[in-house]
């Protein structure tokens, strides 16, 4: 059953390509076929040697059918090779299509360099399988059937004599095929932890070679190295047992063939051209046998490499974002249908509980939250408190467990979600930049930004000394993950970014956490600006941050416990005014200055 699904689910990949797969085939079932005349013209020359006749016809004869044969053979693994490189591509790009529309939760279940290996490698795969292996199996059969009729019609006797190569090559088949299948599967999940080490190791390069860590991680590298090795030294092993048991039946064949043959010639009941043409169609099984053989063993790879793309497919996705035109012209409102709004959001939380799908701790135990449009709220408490859940919430990276989010009155989950995520400018903790230039990375999710839009966040980031300090301006790359910026302009590229799209909601993750006093003062006022223009909510530790908000809300242990300004939860909330001498670090009287600038990290 499952050999039928994957050559269903291989023969849908080939579907849109049929035509080009089936001419291809024919042309090249028919440059196969045209080989089987060489024997024929063969036994006439050798007959008419034997008369002393001329050869010269014979000759030409064969040398045009040579000829001809190679041209349609060539055309036809053009067409096939053409079309296999189809396939490849279409299923690289449903499969990267649906790995970047993976529900947030879904990730988890396979490692990043995993998912890229099923992209790359398993898909590399399907090229013989969906269209090499597939016309082998059909033109081997013909060209076998067609081989035993010209032998049939030679001589019935001696075909009798290679009937066993045929059992032997279908044992040979039934008994390796699962083997096949099964080292193939263990050769690709050994690949694909190759490129999960890789992608890891990558991903840390300073903090390996900081710790020294280098043979650790070698160490996971070469394990599954030799993994793949291991199986992969089994399936030369398979791939040598089949092809020595394939030419030995031939060649004991051919024994037997030359010694009855030899002795119906010597009666007289064949002629010696009959026995050489028969000799010779006897090689050409090597072909057909080697071809279905061949096919067997690409299949059960292909078994392999569907399994594994069928694991990614079966994932949850999120649904497919419409045009970028239709983007665009709908603007950054929320709205089904609706005229798109404008101006900043209302953002309330009721009642939300939530745990983070396969943990059994809840991280928001009723959480209620109500923040009118416009102006700036903080998010403050210890860690683990869920401050950033909420914005993970905000983005619906995850569902709520029960409860609302209600933006603008209305449940997010009415909204189309890219017209949700077009209207939120998020700023991560990380803020992650990257490769590419700096103008690629602020570009993203706004590629039509002009210029001036991009001088515009660049000057209110204070970016814009950093740019004229860049040999090639915006268009300097950045390096691997933005590993050439300071995790202070990383944090300041993220902010430009979300202020390019234009909210009407800004969600800053600790977005000062990693800047120096002046360029904190630079945000600190664009942020007072943005929060004059859109609604602006904020994770922050740092009391400048803080203070500037127009209201703070105190979170702990997955509730709100207090809502409030700077001045008012320092006398009536115990638990702020401890945050705000321990990890705000202001002094523990209540009326302390408010430009105190301690930062916890």
């Given amino acids: 059953m499952l050999h039928l699904s994957a050559w269903r689910e291989m023969l849908a990949y080939i579907l849109p390509y049929r035509k080009l797969v089936i001419t291809g085939g024919i042309l090249s079932t028919i440059g196969?076929?045209?080989g089987l005349v060489q024997p024929v013209v063969t036994k006439d020359l050798v007959d008419s040697l034997e008369r002393d006749?001329?050869?010269?016809?014979?000759?030409?004869?064969?040398?045009?059918?040579?000829?001809?044969?190679?041209?349609?053979t060539a055309i036809g693994s053009y067409l096939l090779g053409r079309s296999a490189e189809s396939v490849v591509r279409d299923s690289r790009h449903g499969l990267v299509g649906r790995i970047l529309r993976l529900r947030i939760p879904q990730t988890s279940r396979f490692p990043p360099g995993d998912l890229m290996s099923r992209v790359t490698a398993d898909t590399t795969l399907l090229r013989e399988v969906a269209s090499q292996a597939l016309v082998d199996s059909g033109r081997g059969l013909l060209m076998l059937i067609a081989i035993l009729v010209m032998m049939f019609l030679m001589d019935p006797v001696l075909v009798l004599v290679t009937v066993g190569v045929l059992v032997f090559a279908?044992?040979?088949?039934?008994?390796?095929?699962?083997?096949?299948?099964?080292?193939?599967?263990?050769?690709?999940?050994?690949?694909?932890e190759i490129s999960n080490t890789l992608e890891r190791s990558l991903g840390a390069f300073r903090m390996i070679k900081a710790s020294g860590s280098e043979p650790q991680e070698e160490a996971k590298a070469v394990a599954a190295t030799t993994t793949a090795w291991k199986y992969g030294v089994r399936l030369a092993g398979l791939n040598g047992l089949v092809g020595a048991g394939a030419v030995l039946a031939i060649h004991v064949s051919f024994l037997a063939v030359l010694g009855i043959g030899g002795a119906r010639v010597a009666t007289g009941e064949i002629q010696i051209g009959t026995l050489v043409a028969f000799l010779l169609y006897l090689f050409y099984l090597f072909e057909p046998v080697g071809s279905l053989l061949e096919a067997a063993s690409n299949f059960s790879a292909g078994?392999?490499?569907?399994?594994?793309?069928?694991e990614v497919q079966q994932l949850d996705v999120e649904p497919e974002p419409e045009s970028e035109l239709a983007r665009v012209s709908e603007g950054n409102g929320f709205g089904s249908g609706e005229t798109a709004r404008t101006g900043p959001a209302s953002l309330e939380f009721q009642e939300v509980v939530f745990r983070y799908p396969g943990t059994t701790p809840v991280v928001h135990h009723g959480v209620s939250i109500d923040i009118p449009p416009g102006g700036i709220t903080a998010l403050v408490?210890?860690?683990?408190a869920g401050k950033s859940t909420v914005f993970a919430l905000l983005e619906r990276f995850y569902e709520?467990?029960?409860?609302?989010?209600?933006l603008d009155g209305h449940d997010i989950r009415d909204w189309p979600l890219h017209q949700l995520r077009a209207a939120i400018g998020y700023v991560e903790q990380d803020a992650p930049v990257l490769a590419g230039t700096l103008r690629e990375n602020l570009l993203i999710g706004v590629p039509h930004a002009d210029d001036a839009d991009i001088d515009r966040v660049l000057r209110r980031t204070r970016l814009d000394q950093l740019v004229s300090r860049l040999p090639a301006g915006v268009d300097t790359t950045v390096g691997h993950r933005g590993n050439t910026l300071s995790g202070g302009e990383r944090q300041r590229v993220a902010v430009a970014r979300a202020l390019l799209r234009r909210p009407r909601l800004l969600l800053l993750d600790e977005v000062t956490s990693q800047l120096d006093a002046v360029n904190e003062l630079a945000l600190r006022d664009a942020i007072a600006e943005a929060g004059r223009e859109l609604t602006v909510v904020v994770v922050a530790h740092r009391l400048s941050t803080v203070v500037q908000a127009d209201r703070i809300v105190v979170m702990d242990g997955g509730l709100v416990r207090a809502v409030g300004t700077h001045g008012e939860l320092v006398g009536a909330d115990p638990l702020y005014r401890e945050l705000a001498t321990t990890q705000l670090l202001?002094?523990?009287?209540?009326?302390?200055?408010?430009?105190?600038?301690?930062?916890?990290?």
Wanted: charged share 20%.
């Fill in 586 to 601: 202001v002094p523990k009287e209540s009326g302390a200055p408010e430009d105190e600038r301690a930062t916890t990290r």
């Fill in 400 to 406: 709520p467990d029960s409860g609302r989010i209600l």
């Fill in 32 to 34: 196969s076929l045209i």
């Fill in 381 to 384: 408490g210890p860690s683990g």
């Fill in 303 to 310: 078994v392999a490499s569907v399994r594994r793309i069928r």
């Fill in 53 to 72: 006749e001329t050869v010269a016809g014979s000759l030409l004869l064969l040398t045009a059918a040579v000829l001809l044969g190679a041209v349609i």
């Fill in 170 to 192: 279908g044992l040979l088949i039934g008994l390796v095929v699962p083997f096949f299948s099964r080292y193939n599967e263990h050769v690709q999940r050994a690949l694909g």
